[in-house]
């Protein structure tokens, strides 16, 4: 291909009076170049060309190049093992600084012409140039772009006359600065522009043979494969990250960065030749969909049709400026849909596709169709193709327009940014979307470009079948939100200077978290986010979404106001209900407000998951800490370290962390600086992008005129000076661009003083040790905002005690009066801060909710040196909720006549009676007795109901903060709150009570039940919803879904000593939870009944709506009017999490009880719905459009015919949970018979399972034969889930009993006594079964191919723990090999290959078993669900006290014998990968040395881009993403250097001897003298960078420092008393991260160690003496 640029040098320096005759200019670029032609403009105003030569480098393509042709490149770099991430940096420096670099000479155009021409004679011949037409000679694409300009000729006029302006004013200030010429005075030229030029290159890309995916990220070309049944030809571009290399970089020449000085307009044309029956068109970027043309020509003469040759040419205009990065182009055989929601609402007088509008999707056509989509035969539709078609249209029908139109009237903007906007669905794609098992894939990194995106069409449902909203719809619909909005984000919001975009890459992540959160306001909920024929729209919910939702009223506010600079503006933030109602969703459905807060907090998990074992992203990682600028600061920035590569691609610490601490950080703002003030300040990007892209300078608005202070009137001849906040921030982001300083000053500025306490920062300079303080010591003080939250690696961890003080007793509070009237409330705040981490300090808003309704709100502040304080005290002013003589009597310990309750919300009960008939059995719970919340408050005798701390997100979930108060107060805040952020705090709080009932230790039961069983009861009321429930409104499905988990963590708390003990009491937790599943999803026969997943409602004619299930068949509704709508019914999702819950339940010897075997035994046998697929009515997915038809209800609920055919569920995803949580079983065999394994029955039921959704995926991949389309895979979770449990059911049997079945190795399969005679359960253990499954042809579905590698891996390392020493345990090392041959394997697809990198990480840090990761992250793509769950085990997060989840994160021979089974073994190849080879090795043979190092070889070869072939290209060439995953690896296992390679190298005298060839010693990596001179010459060279870099993390380290050193200060300058230092205002020692915070006991850790110290306000006893008495009485 060939491109063209016109560049405007920038010369950076006003004082240069001579032209240089010779200049270079850098661009990206990493393809291959041919040619490269730069021309300009001579003093004569004509265009001349220059004499110019390229250098074309691609640095990070291979490290370093080869100094010996016929060896190995990265052979080169093995004496430089220890310092490879170096090497990384100083290639990516190379990158940033330019790949392609020119140089030219300008002595031609600097000769004496005949006459000096004016400035517009340059303009004139510059505009010439610039609108000349693309192609001279090509009339097929002259008419295209004949075509193109005459859709939207003014606004490309207005483009070609400013950049002809710019350039022909650089001409002429060029040579009218030079001596030989004469000239006007330049003083009024912009001295900065010089030399333009126009640069002609020639690119070109050379294709490996074959490869599903090759040319790495960028640009991908997929070719077909007779292997490969599912693939299909076709090419797309990927966008990737600001900062990270790759991108277009990868196929066109451009400045890649994100300054407004690199944006530029762009022409792209792009010709495809082809036979015509392939079928092949364009569709990519553009303001519009752009003009294509086909011409059909006869190669052969035979005139057929598969001897025609078809050749489009596609022509697209990008006339506003725009960075490269959204650029993007796809090409295949596709078949193109347009929105018929759009096309309804379209003009009649024309069709969009004519004036270039639409919203289209584009995917890739069946086989059958492909040969007629260049031919004048129209498409006969087949039924398969219709119902593609229709999986289309019906997941993604309004679901892009929806997102963009919030996002335009969110910005301000009057119009979108581009006329059409398309999205491209192609299988197995990078950064899609669908994640195979890595959390970068899970929506973090999106193939976005102007007018579109290109996503993974796996994400799709599979051809006449829907997608559970919550399993898969959910995700696909956030995927497309996402990528509309990032695609925004980049082309609207320009980043300042263009030298740092990793480092200020973390502000776009933060405006795309902003807006997606509005649109999950607007469009969240269930048929929210949808036209009218997609699966996202039920008319009931759909009316009131969008503008039209109540949480969107803040969007009437006016950028400019009649305030002047320092005056706080009007905020009217938005803040949901303080009290529940209907309007927080109902029992099956949950709102868009309670989902997103449930989203906030597991994104929260995932985020504190991460931080919580220190500021170091990963073990053994030398690059940066966790941090949203990575090495930024304000001396140095990351792209000039290197950290696009480095730091930016890590797997865990790159775009994972900065997209979670982010979205964090932008709930943190908008809290902080109100809602309205956040988005001014994001509209103010977008304006000063837009105003500089238009060439003005500066802002015209209406200032006020400055006026005497005295007389108050205008003085005459002044200026007006005064200018509103939002235009002098405009400007300063016109001047500067938008960067993390001028961001923070703008949003400060705009907020104004009322916010200016929350805004509040030390300074904007870095921490530094050699930074002082105000008094001229060292400065330890916190940075606060924005800078603890941004560059730090941490977040706040808070406890807060809250005590009621009675009236009448006395004071808790120093010099208070003895005596106390009226009641109070006494807050003890108290900072724990961990080792490694920053001190917070600032307000904090406390809201007190009192009885009665009474609510008050408190701003308090946070000691920043780590001490106690008192938020207090606070005067109560209702009545106690319970008086004393109510608890007693309902206690039972005094006989009272009044046994009716008092307080707000009771309701009038009869107290049952003394006997059987008890208000809590299993035969009558809750019939004329109490609801638990109504015991709870018999129990609370204070008028506190509750309190919460930081309700409106100060802290933005950065950090953790729990609040101990009487489980009364949980209850009631988690039944009457009306924040469901508040509900799942008294959830998660509630998991970790009881507490001791305040002022009555008498009381241990209320109505027959006991105390310390209340809390889990609030929980079961709140699962089982009205079942339960009779005075409260039951809570949403989403919440009662989290009350299952924390049910479970109660239990696993109050477990008995042993899964033996009978006893309902014992069993509390899961008697409730089988409780409800009985009631929900069993009959009368208690037979499991398949899961319904919808609802049928009817709406009168009054608007009232009500379920049809609900309604009496004798109620006469004849003459009734109605609706009939089906919505979707969200009780799969809570009966899901409760089996994961019950599966999860254990003893406290670790065992699973009988009860959870039985029950699973039933869940697994009966199919839990998934075979019997639910099916609704889809008269509303009428894919004509028809509007609904109105129907008449008789006798009964009945749905007339008419209807159309209706579509399937995909239900898999309940059994996917079934089988995923088979994971988390105990059990042993009984010793009455040790020789039958409880577990059998269950690896029976996995078996066919396994079998049953293998031959599924095959016959989706036998179709795929001819649809080809790729959609549906991703829905497919059976199969990974099932590998996972059998393997896992297997080795627990290997572990657990005497069974003669043993792990087999790969090597070891021929060999096994079982080959011969394999039975069910023989062949599981093997790894040849899983093996099999992952080299299957054609080849299966990523996500199973991924999980079969994992159980490899597992079977792998668990062979080695039967291995000693001296027989070499190679387990590892062989699970190391299997995973690197599947990365280096040139079929496998990227996104797989990350997986299997996280699984080779996941092997030598002991976490492949325990994790699941395969089947907990792929299928799911939700980055909040998978973090959380990885991270925090399946139970969830908690608030820090005793953690129901860490019997499953603990990895003990008791509680997980086999995880603990799996790592011994993995401990042991681990001790061999690293011993292997060095001085003191004596254990292991030669052969094992030479195996590891020839391993070493391999893995260091990968990295390096380089294969086994000299000059090929390798896997990690322009992959960075893989490259830093197995980095992290290296550098895990060998931080210093492979000594076995070493070894290996030491014999090199012996390298012509038989036994070195035999050895394979030969295969192993070798240095030479002149690799070493070179490896000493390129540490001198970047001796530097390495400084920089280090100054750097010192930074970051002193950042993790300065609490400690602070505390050190103290204790020097103070004498600590311990009396003392239990009081308040005395500063704390920090915490240590032991293993109990690492699980997520922070708050237990906490209170351990303070107990240790005598810190935490009791006696700390050390020591006891005891003293016997004799029985003379003597001592």
Request: one cysteine or more; glycine letters at 8%.
């Amino acid at each position: 291909g060939r491109t063209t640029i016109w560049l405007i040098k920038n010369s950076g320096s006003a004082q240069h009076q001579q032209i240089t005759t010779t200049a270079t200019i850098a661009l990206h670029f990493r393809g291959e170049v041919s040619s490269v032609n730069v021309s300009t403009i001579d003093q004569n105003s004509k265009i001349i060309p220059l004499k110019s030569e390229y250098l074309h480098l691609d640095p990070l393509q291979k490290v370093l190049q080869s100094h010996n042709p016929h060896r190995i490149d990265a052979d080169t770099q093995s004496c430089r093992l220890s310092s490879f991430d170096t090497a990384l940096r100083s290639s990516a420096c190379a990158s940033f600084l330019g790949e392609l670099r020119v140089k030219f000479d300008l002595a031609e155009s600097s000769k004496a012409g005949q006459a000096a021409v004016s400035a517009s004679d340059f303009v004139q011949t510059w505009k010439e140039d610039v609108d000349a037409p693309c192609s001279s000679y090509d009339l097929q694409l002259q008419d295209l772009e004949s075509e193109l300009r005459e859709r939207d000729s003014t606004r490309r006029n207005k483009r070609v006359e400013l950049v002809a302006q710019q350039l022909g004013e650089a001409s002429f200030y060029t040579f009218s600065r030079d001596p030989r010429v004469s000239s006007t005075n330049p003083s009024t030229k912009d001295p900065r522009l010089t030399s333009p030029l126009t640069v002609r290159i020639d690119i070109d890309f050379e294709l490996p043979a074959c490869a599903i995916n090759s040319c790495g990220r960028g640009l991908n070309f997929c070719q077909p494969s007779i292997e490969l049944a599912k693939s299909s030809p076709f090419v797309y571009t990927t966008s990737g990250e600001f900062g990270d290399h790759e991108g277009p970089r990868m196929w066109l020449p451009c400045l890649d960065s994100t300054a407004s000085k690199h944006r530029s307009s762009h022409e792209l044309s792009i010709c495809v030749s082809a036979p015509s029956i392939e079928g092949f068109s364009v569709v990519g970027c553009g303001e519009d969909i752009g003009v294509s043309s086909t011409i059909l020509s006869d190669v052969d003469g035979t005139s057929s049709t598969s001897g025609l040759f078809a050749t489009t040419k596609w022509l697209s205009a990008m006339w506003s400026p725009l960075p490269a990065r959204c650029l993007g182009f796809a090409i295949g055989p596709f078949t193109i849909l347009s929105d018929f929601e759009y096309v309804d609402d379209a003009d009649d007088d024309e069709e969009p596709v004519s004036i270039g509008n639409g919203i289209r999707q584009a995917f890739l056509a069946p086989l059958e169709e492909r040969h007629l989509i260049h031919s004048a035969q129209s498409i006969q539709k087949s039924a398969q193709s219709r119902a593609i078609d229709m999986s289309v249209m019906g997941g993604t029908s309004g679901v892009p327009l929806r997102a963009l139109n919030i996002v335009k009237d969110v910005i301000g903007l009057p119009s979108h940014q581009s006329a059409s906007y398309t999205q491209v669905w192609l299988p197995s794609i990078i950064d899609g979307g669908a994640s195979s098992g890595s959390l970068q894939q899970c929506g973090v990194a999106t193939n976005s470009w102007l007018g579109g995106a290109t996503l993974d069409a796996s994400l799709l449902p599979p051809p006449s079948k829907r997608l559970p909203f919550y399993c898969g719809g959910r995700t696909l619909q956030l995927a497309q939100a996402r990528c509309a909005i990032t695609g925004f984000v980049r082309k609207g919001v320009a980043l300042g200077g263009g030298q740092d975009d990793a480092g200020e890459g973390w502000m776009h992540a933060m405006i795309i978290s902003q807006l997606l959160t509005i649109y999950l306001k607007a469009h969240g909920g269930s048929g929210e986010g949808g036209g009218p024929d997609s699966h996202f729209y039920v008319a009931r919910y759909a009316s009131a979404s969008g503008c039209n939702s109540p949480s969107m009223e803040f969007l009437g506010f006016a950028n400019v106001e009649d305030d002047t600079i320092g005056v706080a503006s009007a905020q009217v933030d938005f803040r949901s209900d303080l009290w529940r109602s209907e309007k927080n969703g109902t029992e099956s459905r949950t709102s868009a407000s309670d989902e997103l807060a449930i989203r906030n907090m597991l994104l929260s998990d995932a985020l504190e998951g991460i931080e919580r074992n220190g500021p170091s992203p990963s073990n053994g990682w030398k690059g940066s800490y966790l941090s949203l600028t990575f090495l930024s600061s304000n001396s140095c920035n990351s792209t000039c370290m290197g950290s696009g590569v480095v730091d930016l691609c890590h797997p865990i610490g790159g775009i994972v962390y900065r997209a979670l601490k982010s979205d964090a950080l932008s709930r943190l703002i908008q809290a902080r600086a109100g809602l309205q003030a956040f988005i001014k300040t994001i509209r103010a990007s977008f304006f000063s992008t837009l105003l500089t892209d238009a060439g003005e300078k500066g802002v015209s608005s209406n200032e006020s005129p400055m006026k005497d202070s005295k007389t108050n009137t205008e003085e005459p001849g002044t200026q007006r000076h005064h200018k509103a906040p939002f235009v002098l921030v405009v400007e300063e982001m016109m001047k500067k661009g938008t960067t993390h300083v001028v961001f923070t000053r703008s949003l400060k500025h705009i907020a104004g003083i009322a916010r200016e306490q929350y805004l509040r920062g030390t300074t904007f300079v870095d921490v530094g040790k050699d930074i002082p303080d105000a008094a001229g010591f060292q400065n330890t003080d916190p940075e606060g905002f924005p800078n603890s939250f941004v560059r730090a690696s941490g977040g706040l961890y808070l406890r807060v005690g809250a005590h009621i003080e009675a009236a009448g007793g006395e004071s808790a509070t120093p010099h208070a009066p003895t005596a106390v009237k009226g009641i109070h409330l006494h807050l003890y705040a108290e900072q724990v801060i961990p080792e490694k981490a920053i001190a917070f300090g600032g307000p904090m808003t406390i809201r007190v909710v009192e009885n009665e309704g009474q609510c008050r709100e408190f701003v308090r502040n946070i000691s920043e040196d780590g001490s106690r304080v008192e938020w207090g005290p606070i005067f109560l002013h209702a009545k106690p909720v319970a008086s004393n003589k109510q608890q007693t009597a309902a206690s039972g310990t005094i006989e009272g006549s009044d046994t009716k309750p008092g307080g707000a919300g009771f309701a009038t009960k009869k107290k049952a009676g003394i006997g059987g008939d008890v208000a809590y059995n299993d035969a009558l719970l809750h019939v004329e007795g109490y609801q638990a919340i109504e015991l709870a408050r018999l129990t609370n005798r204070t008028p506190l109901l509750w309190v919460r701390v930081d309700p409106e997100g100060l802290y933005g979930g950065i950090g953790r903060i729990t609040t101990f108060q009487q489980d009364a107060c949980v209850a009631d805040q988690l039944f009457h709150d009306g924040d469901a952020t508040g509900q799942l705090d008294a959830i998660r709080t509630l998991a970790e009570r009881p507490f001791r009932i305040q002022g009555s230790v008498k009381v241990t039961s209320v109505y027959d039940a006991r105390v310390n069983e209340i809390p889990v009861r609030v929980l079961g009321d709140c699962l089982r919803g009205s079942v339960a429930l009779h005075s409260s409104i039951p809570h949403t499905p989403a919440i009662r879904a989290q009350a299952a988990l924390a049910i479970a963590q109660w239990q696993n708390n109050k477990a008995p000593a042993s899964r033996n003990v009978v006893g309902s009491d014992s069993w509390l937790g899961l008697n409730l939870l089988l409780q409800y599943f009985k009631e929900r999803f069993e009959n009368d026969s208690q037979r499991i009944m398949p899961c319904k997943f919808t609802r049928k409602v009817w709406r009168k004619n009054n608007g009232e709506y009500q379920y049809l299930d609900e309604i009496k068949r004798n109620v006469n509704i004849q003459r009734e009017d109605v609706d009939i709508d089906c919505e979707e019914d969200e009780e799969y999702r809570v009966r899901s999490a409760v089996v994961t819950a019950i599966l999860c339940i254990r003893a406290k010897d670790g065992q699973t009880p009988a009860k959870v075997l039985k029950f699973i035994e039933r869940i697994i046998c009966s199919g839990d719905g998934a075979a019997v697929e639910g099916q609704i009515s889809d008269a509303l997915m009428d894919i004509n459009g028809q509007r609904r038809k109105r129907l008449k209800i008789a006798d009964g609920p009945y749905l007339s015919d008419g209807m159309m055919e209706s579509s399937t569920f995909v239900a898999d995803s309940l059994m996917a949970d079934a089988l995923l949580a088979l994971c988390h079983i105990n059990v042993r065999p009984t010793q009455m018979d040790p020789s039958f394994h409880p577990v059998l029955k269950l690896m029976q039921a996995c078996r066919r399972w396994l079998n049953w959704s293998l031959y599924k995926e095959e016959t989706l991949l036998e179709n795929e034969e001819t649809a080809r389309s790729g959609m549906g895979l991703s829905s497919a979770r059976i199969a990974p889930c099932a590998i996972t449990a059998l393997v896992s059911l297997a080795l627990l049997r290997q572990s657990t009993s005497n069974s003669a079945t043993k792990a087999v190795l790969i090597e070891d399969e021929a060999t096994s006594p079982h080959a011969n005679n394999v039975d069910e359960f023989d062949d599981v253990i093997g790894t040849n079964f899983y093996s099999d499954i992952f080299f299957k042809k054609p080849q299966l579905s990523d996500v199973t191919r991924a999980a079969a590698a994992q159980a490899v891996a597992c079977i792998c390392c668990a062979v080695d723990r039967f291995k000693e020493k001296s027989e070499g345990p190679v387990g590892l090392l062989t699970a190391l090999e299997f995973l690197l041959d599947g990365i280096i394997d040139l079929t496998t697809t990227m996104g797989l290959r990350l997986a299997l990198a996280a699984i080779m990480y996941d092997a030598c840090t002991g976490k492949v078993c325990s994790v699941q990761r395969i089947a907990s992250i792929a299928g799911c793509n939700d980055l909040g669900v998978s973090g959380a769950r990885l991270f925090d085990g399946p139970l969830g997060g908690c608030k820090g006290g005793d953690n129901g989840s860490t019997l499953l994160m603990s990895v003990t021979e008791l509680t997980n014998p086999t995880a603990s089974s799996v790592n011994d073994g993995a401990r042991k190849g681990l001790r061999l990968l690293k011993f292997a080879g060095t001085p003191r090795d004596k254990e292991h043979q030669p052969f094992v040395v030479v195996r590891v190092a020839k391993f070493a070889t391999k893995l260091w070869r990968t990295m390096n881009g380089d294969t086994e072939v000299p000059g090929a290209y390798g896997v990690c060439s322009r992959d960075g993403n893989l490259r830093a995953s197995l980095l992290m690896l290296w550098q895990w296992i060998w931080p210093a250097g492979c000594p076995a390679i070493v070894q290996v190298q030491s014999w090199r005298e012996h390298e012509k001897t038989e036994q070195y060839i035999r050895l394979g010693a030969h295969e192993v990596m070798q240095i030479n003298e002149d690799e070493k001179r070179s490896a000493q010459a390129e540490e001198i060279a970047t001796a530097e960078l390495k400084r920089v870099v280090n100054i750097e993390l010192d930074r970051q380290k002193w950042r993790s420092e300065m609490a400690l050193k602070a505390y050190q200060k103290h204790t020097k300058e103070a004498v600590v008393d311990s009396a003392i230092s239990q009081g308040l205002g005395v500063p704390l020692p920090l915490v240590a991260r032991d293993e109990t915070w690492k699980l997520g006991g922070w708050a237990t850790s906490a209170s351990c160690q303070r107990r240790a110290k005598g810190l935490d306000g009791g006696a700390a006893i050390s020591k006891v003496r005891l003293k016997v008495a004799s029985s003379a009485g003597e001592t």
